[in-house]
């Protein structure tokens, strides 16, 4: 028999395998740099929801099933296996750059038509969904094609799992290239480049090892191992499609609470996602040896989801009770990689242990299903699809409905007694079997053994502890807070977890995402009305005003004050803030929400601009620190042309920029991106002790203040001017002498920062590598070093400018203490 008779057998010779690993391992790092790189397309798109997670998971791991079902059905196995997927990998590379270009540009022409709050949501989440399954259903083409060039034997299954984990190590190199430096330091085309650039490689290789490498389509061995029983057929779809579900759900639970932990950057998400993937890699290695041996496989998987219980136990307890106490102080040592080498340690004591029995539990599922069918690809297609269909339940439910409604303790309990279902599906498969053998002691042990999981799985989920409260404050400071709390309000949305607490001095603190967001702190007060205040009394008759994030509501709530203002529309992507924070603060809010000029909008501030109609005259936004995954999009130079195309005549808009927990770097991205778009706007300091903040003002058309009329406005407005003296600022003029300079007297100091655009989310990455730096008194007296009243800023009587520039020149610090948070 020759070397081609030969293979008649085996689909191909075993010395071409480890070639075909190798293009399986690029191929994974391109796909999880597409992941991440889409991510951040869906954040602009949709908003950073838990929508846009939900669209993704769904979308990716969707595709994946569909295409691993549909490749045995439509692609004959006449065709040469490698050349097949050398043409997937060039359709994967081609769509991405159609994806990149088109996406933006279909949400844009949707957003004439589109609509708003949970509509506008879904309707951009079906649009996103249409335009990235054409790629993963390709991705998911790709297994089921390698298995019709391996050879049809327990050896062939094992190389069918070393391909998985190649494809896993490969994603763990993309997520961490793409998260800590492609995106760090270009911007999504150049990584969507490189990444087709893999694409493009992989296919090149497929082609040239298909031109050398004999292949015949397979036929089922003659020596086959007993195919699986009905029962045993079905135990193994179900139990690797509930393997896929606690995988995806336990993934979306542990980066919500681990995210508080080590703060929700983006280097938060791409640490803990490369953690999973590698024990997905490391267990999916140790599976594939396990599958090579004459041992039962379902039996042995069965093992993996016994073993499975006490790993989501492990994890349990190591988030919510022992991590959260680990003596990590982060603002002790500043230097961002150090922090990201302590977060690592973290997430795989947690994470690695039950990844890598999800990973171990993909090729044991393989080898169990093996027989089933003559055209490996179609075997490997239904397993493959089974565990996506799972993955898809599990990263949706618990992304949009689990967490919302129970919360993450229970999503945890949730997901132990999916395992524990598991086991108990595997052992069910096993009871025709023994009942046939005999014995009616084997026929007792299982049912004992049934009862046993169901027990011990209860018993577990008992005792698993919530997270304590103090994280959801404090998230990584939980062991350095800045005052002794009591918690008043925990609770976990659809997007974001939050929490109400007060120090010992009766002060009220609203946290989102472990941090200190907005309170009744004077710091924090003088803050949040001057966003409010100082444009209602520069603009000269404001009507309308559009509050970007509601948080504690005290900026929504200073333009109650003023009469004049007729409608007051409030944009705030967590339905949960509003409905539950703002009874916390009635005083200080003026209990905005039942001010009939008020409307709330649930949505992404972005795309409710860009599908409203509406203008207004002034536009407040006061987002998350910009450290925050997703939250850079609301500091784009597109987002604040949009802002401006918004403005009425005369129109003014105001936006926080936080100095502490940042860098100089990251504060002049943020700045130099505001006055690419308003070139003479203002900077105003808000607390002069530490420079904690500054607030942007920037008018759609550049006019002078008028000190007089603003004098008048706030002498005119009892109501407005008790709001004002409430938080130090017992004057018109004291206001104004927050004054620290204009765009255009900043541009020395400015010159060469990053701007910061849709296509370039630099500033997240920026800003993600300062968030334990405290170093806001550098950064203002930088800042102030520039500062001077310029020519044309200020008109007015010659009393009032003169008060004003000795006010300015001489202003005091406001004696007060550190503020909490920063």
């Not at 791409?270 to 039996?299: E, K």
């Not at 919510?320 to 990590?328: F, G, I, N, Q, R």
């Not at 008028?706 to 009892?718: G, L, S, Y």
């Amino acid at each position: 028999m020759n070397d081609r008779e030969g293979a008649s057998e085996d689909a191909a010779p075993a010395r071409f395998y480890p070639v075909v690993l190798c293009f399986f391992i690029g191929s994974g790092f391109a796909a999880l740099v597409y992941e991440i790189v889409w991510f951040q397309l869906l954040e602009l798109v949709i908003g950073s929801t838990a929508v846009s997670l939900a669209v993704l998971l769904g979308t990716f791991m969707g595709g994946m099933c569909l295409g691993s079902l549909a490749f045995a059905r439509l692609v004959p196995t006449s065709l040469h296996p490698l050349k097949v997927y050398a043409a997937i990998e060039f359709g994967i590379g081609v769509i991405a750059v159609a994806v990149l270009y088109l996406l933006p540009a279909a949400a844009d022409l949707y957003a004439g038509i589109g609509a708003q709050g949970a509509a506008g949501i879904a309707a951009r989440a079906l649009l996103c969904a249409a335009f990235l399954l054409a790629p993963t259903v390709l991705m998911g083409a790709t297994l089921p094609c390698a298995a019709r060039f391996l050879e049809r034997t327990p050896r062939g299954v094992s190389w069918l799992g070393i391909l998985y984990t190649g494809n896993l190590a490969g994603a763990v190199v993309g997520c961490l290239v793409a998260g800590f430096y492609l995106l760090r330091l270009y911007d999504m085309a150049t990584a969507t480049f490189v990444a087709v650039a893999v694409n493009a490689l992989c296919a090149g290789l497929a082609l040239l090892v298909a031109a050398v490498a004999p292949y015949r389509p397979s036929r089922a061995p003659a020596t086959a191992q007993r195919a699986p029983a009905r029962s045993e057929s079905a135990a193994i779809y179900l139990t690797i499609a509930l393997s896929g579900l606690t995988a995806l759900g336990a993934q979306v639970v542990w980066t919500r609470l681990l995210s508080l932990l080590l703060g929700p950057s983006v280097y938060t998400f791409s640490i803990i996602l490369a953690v999973f993937l590698l024990g997905l890699g490391l267990g999916s290695s140790i599976g594939s040896l396990l599958a090579r041996g004459p041992r039962h496989p379902l039996a042995m998987l069965g093992w993996c989801q016994v073993l499975l219980i006490g790993a989501l136990a492990w994890a349990a307890f190591s988030i919510d009770a022992w991590l959260p106490y680990w003596p990590v102080y982060p603002v002790l040592n500043p230097h961002p990689w150090v922090t990201f080498q302590v977060d690592l340690a973290r997430a795989l004591w947690a994470v690695l242990p039950a990844a890598c029995l999800w990973g171990a539990s993909f090729p044991l599922a393989l080898a169990a299903a093996a027989p089933r069918h003559a055209d490996s690809g179609r075997t490997v297609g239904a397993v493959y699809a089974a565990n996506t269909v799972g993955a898809i339940v599990g990263g949706v439910a618990f992304s949009v409905v689990v967490i919302p409604a129970i919360g993450t303790h229970w999503a945890q309990r949730l997901l132990l007694a999916l395992a524990g279902v598991a086991v108990v599906v595997v052992v069910l498969a096993q009871v025709p079997a023994v009942l046939k053998t005999g014995g009616r002691l084997r026929t007792a042990s299982a049912f004992v053994a049934l009862v046993a999981v169901a027990l011990a799985t209860a018993a577990i989920a008992a005792i698993v502890p919530p997270a304590p409260a103090a994280l959801y404050a404090f998230g990584r400071k939980i062991m350095s807070p800045d005052y002794e709390p009591k918690m008043l309000y925990v609770g976990e949305g659809i997007n974001a977890s939050i929490a109400v607490s007060e120090d010992q001095n009766g002060a009220r603190y609203f946290h989102v995402s472990g941090k200190i967001e907005a309170g009744s702190y004077p710091a924090d007060m003088r803050l949040q009305r001057m966003l409010g205040h100082l444009p209602a009394l520069i603009s000269a008759k404001p009507r309308s005003v559009l509050v970007v994030g509601f948080g504690a509501g005290v900026t929504a709530g200073t333009f109650v004050t003023y009469p004049g203002i007729e409608r007051i529309v409030i944009c705030e992507i967590e339905p949960l803030i509003p409905r539950k924070v703002a009874d916390y603060f009635l005083e200080e809010n003026y209990n905005v929400l039942k001010d009939p000029r008020v409307t709330m909008v649930y949505d992404d501030a972005r795309r409710f601009i860009l599908t409203s109609d509406e203008k207004f005259d002034i536009i407040t936004s006061d987002p998350i620190h910009p450290w925050v995954k997703g939250a850079a999009t609301l500091y784009t130079r597109e987002y604040f042309e949009l802002v401006k195309r918004h403005l009425k005549p005369g129109g003014v808009v105001t936006q926080w920029v936080p100095l502490y927990e940042s860098t100089a770097d990251v504060v002049k991205s943020e700045m130099a991106t505001f006055f690419s778009v308003f070139p003479q706007g203002i900077v105003w300091v808000n607390d002069r002790e530490d420079g904690a903040d500054v607030v942007l003002l920037g008018q759609l058309e550049p006019a002078p203040i008028d000190v007089d009329a603003i004098a008048e406005r706030f002498n005119a407005n009892p109501r407005a001017a008790a709001s004002l003296r409430n938080i130090g600022f017992e004057s018109a003029i004291d206001l104004i002498s927050s004054y620290v300079g204009r765009g255009t007297n900043l541009a020395g100091w400015l010159k060469g920062a990053a701007v910061n655009t849709d296509r370039d989310l630099r500033l997240q990455y920026l800003a993600g590598l300062g968030l334990n730096v405290r170093d806001q008194s550098r950064i203002y007296s930088e800042l102030t070093e520039a500062r001077r009243i310029a020519d044309g800023v200020f008109v007015g009587s010659e009393a009032n400018l003169a008060e004003l520039r000795n006010a300015i020149e001489n202003a005091e610090p406001r004696a007060s203490p550190r503020r909490p948070g920063r």
